[in-house]
């Protein structure tokens, strides 16, 4: 037998080496299969049937001629479909959205809202079927009429408190030298990742059995067993590859319209949403309205930083997008004043997505900043160095790690800031302006409880089990590093496990908190294994299993403002003759804590500076008042960056910053890589033209 503790002095640590994905060939050759691939045998396909009216109630269902269809098994509806507990609080700690409570009542909640499924031998059956389906309605006015000065919007709290309130803003306003008081939108945005939501549900000997794209499957396994009244043990769900979450793949209508089939028909079901599907079922980014008050002293100390926001909810679910959020941690001011309001409408339910909060959050505060600085006649560097605070600005909570002034530090050498004329308007370039911008970033770094399985196999080799999601960040890759250095031994003698709920809890991938979670967890049960490999004992031929629960650790994380920073650059070329904003050059650098995975993590980094770039320059989903619907919601509508679109020189790194209190020193780099970006394209585009844009994103129609 071998055991793994002798290599302890020689051996180089994994974390912190460039690693390519374990997975990536598979990904690349096809051979890995994703949630809508996996064969079944006698497997029926379901499509769903959405809403044309935007409020209203189902009068009734032409679903005779349908039945009559080749191949079709069922059609499920609110008056024939399984009845489903939705009396429950879930994972998120919210009860269920209701849109994921399919078919129980007549109820049409906005355009696009689920109202049938045919269930068919094919897929194209399904579908023909569906597409075929009479639905009448009575229809309801509705009201879909997002705008920052409604009178029914109301504070909403969500993960974060509503309001928050330091000092006399009043009076710092009052006594400041320098004010601004402006307001800044961003637009309706959709997640949009390459595959779409799916999943495949089949009974087992009397479990439940999933086979879905999520980003958690304990996540997936809790909210299923509420719903359909099973015990958690009942339900098992499995997701090895997951083409993109962004924050858009919990719980949703196609796992439990799948799980309805298969208990109706008693065969596998499958449920695919089409891309268009998804924009009315999956969640969204809300449109916000954002007005920011800053109060200086003539040499940029702020006096007074008050944040308001404005998003929208559902009429059947709460959701809020936390803006005001970076406005509690960035700046030291003597007054901070922020608040969260919602409005009801007749709207799909939006959720998180990629930084939800701070991505449009910093854009709002980001650009104040900006527009500050230029007040002020201080480098917008400058101005927010000389804002850095000791603590938490509101909470008055040490920070855990900060290094936000290092990162810009950093960053001002290599993006070249020091040569920067600070005039707006004079850089040109034949029919080009230029201009160079910058902006902080931040997002909370948390820890969620998790369970970790490793084994020591009896020919020498690990094996860990972990229901984690690798939504595509390279996670599974990460934890790969991570479980061969808490067993000392090498990644070759590895293999990691993951995406299936019965290797037990486990926290999603999301929050930024995945890997950071799922690796505390690895970690805890390596050790406890190492060290009783130490004791010598042999190893029999089933291996020895150690198990993990890292709940009560991550429980006592208390006491300190815990975030990841960051700071963004960027350079722009405005066509003065079209109005066109072309990104030349990106840098941002990020005090995320300990980097696991270089190649990975800069992968992750630079995906959401690119996203910055579709957030500040093309994305924004229209709805059409009239009918309460998205303006062209799939792919050849809905505009966001492509390949052309991202310059050559787009660059993501990072300062040393170990977390003090993670056993691998992680702190998260799920998020941080879009917030800012928007923020300081923006502001390079007003140092290249002299005019601020505050509505995103900056089409050409709004730079000429
Ligand atoms: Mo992320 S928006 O928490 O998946």
Excluded at 569 to 593: K, P, S
Excluded at 677 to 690: C, D, F, M, S
Aim: aromatic fraction near 6%; proline fraction near 6%.
């Amino acid at each position: 037998m071998t055991t793994a503790t002798g290599t302890r002095t020689t051996r180089k640590g994994a974390v912190g080496t460039a690693h390519t994905r374990v997975e990536g060939l598979d990904k690349v050759t096809g051979a890995a299969r994703y949630a809508g691939e996996i064969p079944f045998a006698d497997l029926a396909h379901g499509w769903l049937v959405l809403s044309t009216v935007a409020r209203g109630r189902i009068r009734s269902l032409d679903t005779a001629p349908v039945l009559a269809m080749p191949g079709v098994l069922t059609v499920l509806h609110h008056e024939n479909a399984p009845r489903l507990d939705t009396d429950y609080i879930g994972l998120l700690g919210v009860p269920p959205d209701p849109t994921c409570a399919l078919f129980q009542d007549d109820r049409v909640a906005h355009r696009g809202w689920p109202v049938a499924m045919v269930v068919a031998e094919t897929s194209e059956q399904a579908r023909e079927a569906a597409e075929s389906l009479v639905v009448h309605y009575e229809q309801e006015p509705h009201d879909v009429d997002f705008c920052a000065d409604r009178a029914d919007a109301y504070e909403l709290q969500g993960h974060m408190p509503a309001v928050t309130e330091k000092g006399d803003l009043a009076a710092e306003l009052a006594a400041s030298a320098v004010t601004l008081d402006e307001e800044y939108t961003t637009p309706e945005e959709h997640h949009s990742m390459m595959e779409p939501h799916a999943a495949t549900a089949l009974w087992d000997g009397g479990r439940l059995e999933l086979v879905d794209s999520n980003q958690g499957a304990t996540w997936i396994v809790g909210e299923l067993a509420n719903l359909f009244s099973l015990d958690p043990s009942a339900v098992r769900v499995r997701s090895e590859h997951v083409g993109g979450g962004f924050g858009s793949k919990g719980v949703r209508a196609h796992q439990v319209a799948a799980v309805m089939g298969a208990t109706v028909l008693h065969r596998p079901v499958r449920v695919v949403m089409t891309r268009r599907q998804m924009f009315s079922l999956t969640g969204y980014r809300s449109p916000t309205a954002q007005r920011i008050r800053l109060g200086a002293d003539t040499d940029g100390r702020l006096r007074a930083l008050e944040h308001l926001s404005l998003s929208q909810t559902s009429t059947v679910h709460e959701f809020v997008e936390s803006c005001a959020a970076p406005s509690r941690v960035m700046y030291d001011a003597d007054a901070h004043h922020t608040v969260h309001r919602v409005v009801r409408l007749d709207v799909p339910t939006p959720t998180f997505m990629r930084a939800p909060g701070e991505a449009p959050g910093s854009f709002a505060l980001e650009s104040a900043l900006d527009e500050l600085a230029e007040k002020c006649g201080l480098d917008p560097i400058e101005l927010r160095l000389r804002n850095e605070p000791e603590r938490g600005p509101v909470s008055g909570l040490p920070f855990s790690s900060r290094n936000l002034a290092a990162c810009f530090r950093e960053g001002a050498r290599r993006f070249g800031w020091a040569d920067r004329d600070p005039r707006p308007g004079v850089r040109r370039e034949g029919r080009w302006l230029l201009g160079t911008g910058t902006a902080a970033a931040s997002f909370p770094s948390n820890a969620g409880p998790s369970t970790a399985v490793v084994t020591a196999e009896a020919d020498g080799t690990f094996t860990v089990r972990i229901a984690a999601a690798d939504v595509g960040t390279g996670a599974r890759t990460a934890l790969l590093l991570v479980a061969a250095d808490a067993l000392e031994t090498t990644t070759d003698r590895v293999r990691v496990r993951i995406g299936d709920s019965d290797f037990g809890p486990a926290m999603i991938s999301g929050g930024s908190m995945g890997t950071r979670s799922w690796s505390w967890a690895v970690t805890a049960a390596a050790r406890e294994l190492r060290e009783r490999l130490a004791l010598g004992a042999d190893t029999p031929p089933e291996g020895i299993t150690v198990r993990s629960d890292t709940t009560a650790a991550v429980r006592a994380l208390t006491g300190k403002e815990r975030h990841s920073f960051g700071a963004q650059f960027a350079e722009v070329a405005v066509d003065v003759a079209t109005g066109e904003v072309r990104v030349r050059r990106m840098l941002g650098i990020f005090a995320a804590g300990r980097i696991v995975n270089p190649l990975t993590a800069r992968n992750q980094l630079v995906g959401g500076m690119i996203w910055g770039i579709s957030m500040a320059l093309h994305e924004a989903a229209a709805r059409d008042r009239a009918d309460g619907g998205l303006y062209g919601p799939d792919l050849a509508g809905y505009h966001v960056t492509s390949h052309a679109d991202v310059p050559p020189s787009i660059e993501a790194d990072w300062v040393d910053d170990p977390d003090p209190d993670d056993p691998v020193g992680i702190k998260g780099i799920g998020e941080v890589g879009i917030v800012g970006a928007a923020a300081a394209i923006a502001n390079a585009v007003w140092h290249a033209t002299g005019v601020r844009h505050r509505d995103l994103p900056i089409r050409p129609d709004r730079v000429l």
